[in-house]
């Protein structure tokens, strides 16, 4: 049987979900990777896949430990049609935090949220 | 381990069984058997109950699903293990009994060929029967009570050689044998009562999983129940039945081989030890391989259900075991039932009773065991996985494949992954308490808007022969929709009847006015100065037209008096002056150059609503042009002064007994303006009045005279106009009316003006600022005799005048001639009254009382018959009397010169006017001028004797409303030393 256990359920705070510096992160490579692109429906799950896998890399690497990360790319083309995007979660907001960058350009308009749920 | 060990030695088994059957039935010939059976029978039983137990909770904890059956397993191996440490003792025996065995495995091989081959010859049932049993002891031993079961196998054995021995009796006996099995099943049946419902328990968990296989239970449960039955009529052993019964048992293993084809629960695990007898059962590999065979095509069908079913199978195992030693115990009861015969029934009833507690005591042991070997387990599972793997994988040969097919590992994952789970179930469970979850806000990731059409095709045609341009009104509001002026509002009060400050107004207004004169000390500064120098101006300019206008009158020689060296006249042409009749004049006493005059109401009705009341103008005499200040009252003002020092406040007695105040500081702003003529005319009324506020301290006839009481400090400096008097302390007025009643009142003034008028101070005006405070009153006019009464009626106090020298002493004019001398406190002075030179009571008004300027204890009394007295204060007769110089005529006004000590005016009822020259002469008036052509009603006298200019004269008032400035010639205004000597001289000689 196990003992009781002990759980560190605050991070530390140099560890902590900190979302101006993730959207730092993200605002960086989607503006690398999609300033000047044109939507072209043939390459961009690929490009969002490959973005989320770049933000979630850098994030990780951005020093959030014990973070669980969740990483949503979404591009969609820009024809003046109105969108909406809004999350909502369940999680213990003391911890978990999210950090979101819109980039738009004529051609396409890219959402990167980046979820962070703490790994108790 | 012990499985293992039996594999390996798996070849010789067969041998080692026969040889401990020999054993067993050496031992069993000894006359242990039965008691050391029972026990077993017993432990068996208990577990028996136990597993059932268990098989309860399983189905109780059917949720937690495999793991827990795997569980069960593993307890069950454990409970073996438990055993086999409680019969290590046995095994070591058994480990010897195998040895000398081995020993004589050999001969008994040989034996078992030459018994098979005689058997071959005919009894193939029979022997297919002991081999299905030699399979199900293979079982039984496959199964965990391996060691347990030892010496049941040696029993096997024993009955095997038993069988063997008496082959013959057997054959011939075989229904004997059968029923007598059929009984021993019957104990066992009673045994193992519980078990289908175990199975049931089992098969309902496994139910879900598949049609069939609940079909199968189901079959099975009946066949179970079928002989639930039998069991119960084991007791009566009625011959018929047992034979019936024998007969289905004695089938029993082919049954329960072809219900577990059917069943594939069933028929899972025959196969699996049927794989593991293959090796030395020959004759029943046929057999068993069909039932694998249809086993197989069951495994594939239900794959997924494999590890529930797997566990089904062992849940079931015990049941088959108990089957087989039944089937092994019969002969032992057989022998027994030989020994005993039909004791055994008997014997068998108490055997239960002893067995029941038995069967609780060990029970508990059991659970016991179990909870420990639970708590064990969980932490061992792991452990155990491995091994148990390893040992199916040593499942020999040709069905080894299907064992691998079984294999756990699917089943590993699955209990791992359940591990798992119920571990983060668990971390889950704990981290919960510790934390909150909640709903975030809807946190909005993207809102892009749609495009309007109108930038929709600007950004796509918008660059294409277009020019953008827009026209915007009204340049600040470019965001506004509606962009007209947005209407003013503001905040107004009014109040009616509007005479009263503040008739309408700004409630912001006060504040701006008040953050006004914060900013602007110096605005104030430049306004006082302002003022002060446009009085000089107007001084000046006004100066500059009435010496033209003197000169002309000079020329004109009708105007001119003798004593006058020329004329002011202030300018009483004003519509609401017109037609009064100046009743009074009256000069500042310290601001020489004021002047006021009371105008009574005018008798006829004139363009201006103010014939019911008076008026007081109060004049500069530097400004003949117009009043400086306009007051009005409703009804008729008897006397009237100046406040000590500068002239600053009015007081006046009126007709109808009130004291009124006027303070002449106030703004023009907050009282009755009304155009008249071309001007704007602002009419004060009384900032403070008596009227009917005091009316139980005031006056309630007439009041003939106010004074202001002098200061005491004043005997020294004259009143001057001092900045302390403005600023206010107090000073003391006293009023007279007609019945002798003197009120002194404390003039205030407050702090702060109250525009809304006081709650308490309803005679002060509202704004007002000075008002009057009742301080005490005086009964003065007390008869000197009531002789006196009666010979002139009810005395009346006409005058009241103050010693400058004393403030508390003051002389009252009656209406007896006579002055009479009261000090305020009720003392007594030494002259109690100022009488006529022959101390005569006489029936003649007092009507003047004055002071001289320069020789204060001096004053000059003038009377209604016309004569006039000189008094010294200290003296009761009078210094002189002059008698008949106005020819009986009443004197009107008397006046000292301010300039000249010995030379006083008089004003007769007559319009005469009378100057008198103490210096030249002392017996009759220098001057008589007759004014007929326009009667004077009032005159006051007026001069300054200051250094840079020197002047002095006469105000008349005349009939007409005229006000007259007459400048006395140098003559009668330049004094001289002598004059103060002759007032002295004339003094002495009269004393």
Same mark, same amino acid.
């Given at each position: ?18 979302p101006?510096?993730?959207k ?19 390459? *961009?799950?690929?490009l =969002? @896949?490959? %973005?989320?896998?770049?933000?979630? $890399? ?24 109105? *969108?909406?995007?809004? =999350? @909502?979660? %369940?999680?213990?907001?003391?911890? $978990? ?24 | ?29 000894g006359?242990?058997?039965?008691g ?14 136990l ?27 454990k ?17 010897e ?10 001969k008994q ?13 005919g ?29 049941r196998?040696?029993?096997?054995a ?19 044998e ?35 296989t ?17 069991r ?9 039945r ?13 049954t ?31 057999i ?48 027994e ?19 029941r ?6 029970q ?83 809102d ?105 009158k ?5 105007d ?23 009743s ?31 008026v ?9 042009s117009?009043?400086?200040r306009?007051?009005i ?7 009237c ?12 007695g ?6 009124l ?26 900032t ?56 002194f ?65 003051f ?14 406190h009720?003392l ?8 006529f ?37 200290s ?25 000249r ?12 006017l ?8 002392d ?10 052509s ?12 200051g ?12 009939e ?17 030393s002598?004059?103060?000597?002759k ?9």
């Amino acid at each position: 049987m196990e003992g009781s256990d002990t759980y560190l359920i605050r991070p530390n705070h140099q560890f902590k979900f900190k979302p101006a510096i993730v959207k730092e992160c993200i605002r960086e490579i989607v503006r690398e990777r999609l300033s000047g692109m044109r939507y072209d429906p043939e390459e *961009v799950p690929e490009l =969002s @896949r490959s %973005l989320a896998n770049c933000i979630k $890399d850098k994030v990780k690497n951005a020093g959030s430990d014990r973070y669980k990360l969740v990483v949503q790319v979404v591009i969609g083309e820009q024809r003046g049609q109105g *969108v909406k995007m809004s =999350s @909502r979660c %369940l999680w213990d907001a003391d911890t $978990d935090n999210y950090a979101e960058d819109v980039f738009i350009n004529d051609s396409l308009f890219c959402v990167a949220a980046v979820f962070g749920t703490y790994y108790y | 381990m012990v499985l293992r060990r039996e594999l390996g030695t798996e070849g010789g088994q067969v041998d080692n069984n026969v040889r401990r059957r020999d054993d067993g039935e050496r031992r069993q010939r000894g006359g242990e058997s039965v008691g050391r059976r029972d026990p077993e029978k017993e432990t068996r039983r208990g577990k028996d109950k136990l597993r059932e137990r268990r098989d309860k909770e399983e189905v109780d904890r059917r949720k937690e699903g495999s793991r827990e059956r795997r569980s069960e397993r593993d307890r069950r191996d454990k409970v073996v293990d438990g055993k086999r440490n409680d019969e290590d003792k046995e095994r070591l025996r058994d480990k010897e009994d195998k040895r000398r065995e081995d020993r004589d495995k050999e001969k008994q091989r040989e034996e078992r060929e030459e018994r098979r081959r005689h058997e071959e010859g005919g009894e193939t049932e029979r022997r297919e029967k002991q081999d299905r049993e030699k399979r199900d002891r293979h079982r039984e031993r496959d199964e965990d009570k391996r060691n347990a079961s030892e010496r049941r196998e040696r029993k096997h054995a024993e009955v095997k050689e038993d069988g063997e021995n008496r082959e013959e009796p057997r054959r011939r006996g075989e229904e004997r044998e059968r029923r007598r099995t059929e009984r021993g099943r019957h104990d066992e049946k009673r045994k193992h009562d519980s078990r289908p419902r175990e199975h049931r328990g089992v098969k309902e968990e496994v139910g879900g999983d598949g049609e069939r296989t609940e079909r199968d239970n189901v079959k099975e449960r009946k066949h179970r129940e079928d002989e639930e039955p039998e069991r119960n009529r084991r007791r009566d052993p009625t011959g018929s039945r047992r034979s019936d019964n024998a007969t289905d048992k004695s089938h029993d293993a082919r049954t329960e081989g072809e219900a577990a084809a059917r069943d594939p629960r069933a028929t899972a695990e025959p196969a699996a030890e049927d794989e593991e007898l293959a090796d030395y059962e020959d004759d029943f590999e046929v057999i068993v391989h069909a039932q694998a065979e249809d086993c197989n095509a069951w495994f594939s069908c239900f794959k997924s259900v494999f590890v529930l079913c797997l566990h089904a199978v062992l849940a079931q195992k015990p049941d088959y075991e108990e089957d087989f030693e039944e089937l092994d115990e019969s002969p032992d009861e057989e022998e027994e039932k030989e020994k005993e015969g039909s004791e055994v029934l008997e014997e068998k009833e108490e055997l239960t009773a002893e067995r029941r507690k038995e069967i609780e005591t060990i029970q508990k042991a059991m659970d016991e065991e179990n909870q420990r070997v639970q708590s064990r387990e969980i932490s061992s599972t792991e452990e155990e996985r491995p091994r148990r793997s390893t040992g199916s994988e040593k499942t020999p040969s040709g069905d080894s494949q299907r064992g691998k097919f079984i294999d756990f590992v699917a089943a590993k994952q699955r209990e791992v992954s359940e591990k798992v789970a119920s571990k983060q179930k668990k971390r889950s469970t704990e981290l919960l308490r510790l934390i909150d979850l909640d709903f975030s806000t809807t946190a909005s990731l993207l809102d892009l808007p749609p495009v309007n059409e109108y930038d929709m095709y600007i950004r796509t045609f918008g660059t294409e022969n277009t020019k953008q341009a827009y026209v915007q009104c009204n340049e600040d509001n470019v965001d506004r929709d509606i962009q007209t002026e947005e209407t003013e509002v503001c905040e107004k009060w009014t109040q009616h009847p509007p005479e009263h400050h503040g008739a309408c107004g700004d409630p912001n207004l006060s504040r701006e006015a008040q953050d006004k004169s914060e900013m602007s000390f110096d605005s104030r500064r430049l306004a006082t100065f302002l003022r002060s120098a446009s009085q000089v101006m107007v001084v000046l300019l006004e100066e500059r037209r009435a010496d033209r206008k003197s000169l002309e009158k000079t020329k004109s020689p009708t105007d001119s008096m003798s004593f006058s060296d020329g004329s002011l006249l202030l300018n009483t042409q004003l519509p609401f002056l017109y037609g009064r009749r100046v009743s009074l004049l009256h000069f500042s006493p310290a601001q020489k150059h004021i002047v006021m005059s009371v105008h009574r109401p005018a008798g006829t009705p004139s363009a201006v609503r103010l014939d019911g009341c008076s008026v007081i103008c109060i004049w500069n005499i530097w400004e003949p042009s117009s009043p400086q200040r306009v007051l009005i009252y409703e009804s008729e003002v008897q006397c009237c002064c100046f406040s000590p020092g500068k002239a600053e406040l009015v007081f006046a007695g009126t007709s109808v007994g009130s004291v009124l105040l006027w303070d002449l500081r106030e703004d023009t702003e907050g009282h009755y303006g009304l155009q008249v003529g071309e001007r704007d005319w602002t009419f004060r009324l009384p900032t403070f009045s008596t009227d009917a506020v005091m009316s139980g301290s005031g006056h309630l006839s007439s009041v003939t005279s106010v004074e202001v009481v002098p200061s005491s400090s004043s005997s020294d400096v004259p009143l001057l106009a001092s900045e302390d008097e403005s600023s206010g302390p107090a000073f003391h007025l006293a009023s007279l009316d007609e019945v002798g009643v003197l009120n002194f009142w404390v003039v205030l003034e407050l702090p702060k003006a109250n525009e809304a008028g006081s709650p308490t101070d309803l005679g002060l005006r509202p704004g007002g600022k000075v008002k009057l405070l009742h301080s005490s009153v005086l009964l003065a006019a007390e008869r000197d005799s009531q002789r006196d009464a009666a010979r002139t009626g009810p005395l009346q106090t006409l005058r009241l005048k103050f010693l400058p020298t004393d403030c508390n002493r003051f002389l009252i004019g009656t209406n007896v001639g006579l002055v009479n001398h009261e000090t305020s406190h009720g003392l007594k002075a030494p002259p109690r009254f100022y009488g006529f030179q022959e101390a005569a009571v006489q029936p003649v008004d007092v009507t003047s009382i004055r002071f001289s300027p320069f020789r204060r204890h001096l004053f000059l009394v003038g009377c209604g018959d016309g004569s006039i007295r000189l008094h010294a204060a200290s003296q009761q007769r009078p210094v002189s009397e002059w008698r008949n110089s106005t020819s009986g005529e009443p004197v009107v006004s008397l006046e000292w010169n301010q300039t000249r000590p010995s030379v006083f005016c008089v004003l007769d009822g007559a319009s005469n006017l009378h100057i008198w020259d103490l210096l030249r002469d002392d017996s009759q008036p220098v001057v008589t001028e007759k004014l007929l052509s326009d009667r004077v009603t009032a005159m006051s006298a007026f001069g300054d004797s200051g250094q840079q200019h020197t002047y002095s004269g006469v105000a008349l008032a005349h009939e007409s409303g005229k006000i007259e400035m007459q400048y006395f010639t140098r003559s009668l205004t330049v004094s001289s030393s002598e004059e103060e000597e002759k007032l002295e001289s004339l003094v002495t000689e009269a004393f």
